[in-house]
């Protein structure tokens, strides 16, 4: 997916929902474990119910690889059923990968050739050639970890340089010279507040995928407030919160309600942005 | 496996060899295509002959989910394989995982719990609660990416702070409050030559996973001058160079050979060590 038609679809439908598909079994409806495959049908429920308030849906592969082979069955098939049913939803695939070069271009096989997905999570701590082999793809993205939401994100990310440069914003100035905004975003969480005003200084203009808005304490608006650009420019990550919400045999339609509320905040911030476009 | 027990192998077996099981079907011997699992094979065939003249087995699971859910039950079986059959081999999956808390959680349930494997690659940038899931595991590892052997290794594993601190150093340090020698290893690349006696500064005991051997270009000789501690404290891995070396029906003899040499040189350095202890 480009830039534009992710754009066009966020304005579209006045949302910039990405819904983590983070499918865990002891979190699934009790009335789903009897089916052949419980963490599809679960999926397939939430992907209906909430497919009209959200842009993007994030499975994280630590949760389908958990289950083995089971997984890798569940996950290709989620996949596969959002891209037949759902061609304008955008699918990242948050694996966190990066490794050395040869091993980037066969993870870059099998997310962008074999799953055709539109984006995948990278971790940057190998460097230039353990991300650039992802890039090479027309129309998909990579999204790099840059300022995380969790408690660690400080041990690391935050050291400075001698110039007072933090390691995150090395990373983020750095991979700009390996891609553009057209392929290119990065992971920001919404805990990490005012943050964002230094990090649009430095990347003004490309996405930022933002984790950590409900179950991990973030705010939406200050999310926006300092990283809303004039067409968006965020996809913002909602998992634990929509997705079990409920685990009864409503669950899928109580995750709709959740999803149709954040999307219609959604759509107050960007109508406020249209304004005063 | 505990740290002894690994001693013992390595001083037992004279080797400090790690194969790489990095299974690529484009180099995988062709007369192995029509098996019904022809990465299972080729790996069987490579473990079996091989198996004498190494202390561990590295699956990369790159290679493997490039190939989805085959590749994952060719990952699994392999895993299987060696347990039933070399349980005195230390297996590592070389996954270069890293994510928040309750991610790393079920990648530690999956890797641990349902593979039993003996460690785990983890990428460092995310920070503590995003490592220490793994480390909850009794005498299962932690191989921390430290100074990594590719190019990109100095985009930002060697930024300084303040103090002239690289980031892989302040990699080192921090993560020693989380493990121990006798849970947590690190990855530092063969390339990295002199470097060594750097972190053998900071990380005197710790085992080292080193990578950049043979094909990348790393040398036995210097990475054993600066990296060996009394108790060897060095896991030299080598992969193509060894299970690549031949692509005719002698593929694996060929292999044995190979690792049979790079084992004949592990014993002259290891005897030189044991001879000044």
């Known amino acids: 997916m480009t830039r534009q038609e992710l754009v066009d679809q966020i304005f579209a439908k006045r949302s910039f929902l990405c819904i983590g598909l983070d499918a865990d079994m002891k979190k699934i409806p009790q009335h789903l474990h009897a089916a052949d495959d419980p963490i599809f049908e679960f999926n397939r429920a939430i992907i209906d119910s909430t497919a009209s308030y959200c842009v993007a849906y994030k499975p994280n592969l630590a ?3 958990a289950h083995g082979v089971a997984g890798w069955v569940a996950f290709e098939r989620t996949v ?3 891209r037949e049913n759902y061609p304008h939803h955008f699918i990242i695939a ?3 990968r990066g490794d050395i070069g040869n091993t980037s271009t066969m993870y870059a096989r099998t997310f962008f050739e ?3 997905l539109d984006a995948l999570t ?4 190998m460097g230039e050639d353990s991300v650039t082999p992802f890039l090479a793809y027309e129309d998909k993205w990579v999204i790099l970890l840059a300022l995380t939401s969790n408690r660690g994100s400080h041990d690391f ?3 400075e340089d001698g110039n007072g440069t933090p390691l995150y914003e090395h990373v983020i100035r750095r991979s700009q010279q390996w891609g553009t905004k057209e392929n290119l975003m990065y992971v920001v969480g919404a805990t990490q507040g005012p943050m964002f005003e230094k990090i649009r200084a430095i990347a003004p203009e490309h996405f930022l995928l933002v984790p950590g808005v409900g179950a991990q304490g973030g705010s939406l608006e200050e999310v926006c407030r300092y990283g809303m650009t004039e067409d968006c420019g965020l996809l913002v990550n909602s998992s634990r919160a929509i997705i079990y919400a409920d685990d009864t045999p409503q669950f899928a339609m109580i995750a709709a309600q959740r999803a149709r509320e954040v999307q219609q ?5 960007l109508d406020n942005l249209q304004k005063h476009r």
């Open 63 to 65: 949760f389908y690889e």
């Open 80 to 82: 596969q059923y959002l």
């Open 94 to 96: 948050d694996a966190k």
């Open 114 to 116: 074999q799953m055709d």
């Open 122 to 125: 990278v971790a940057p701590y």
């Open 157 to 159: 990310q935050l050291i």
């Open 265 to 269: 905040q959604m759509a107050v911030l």
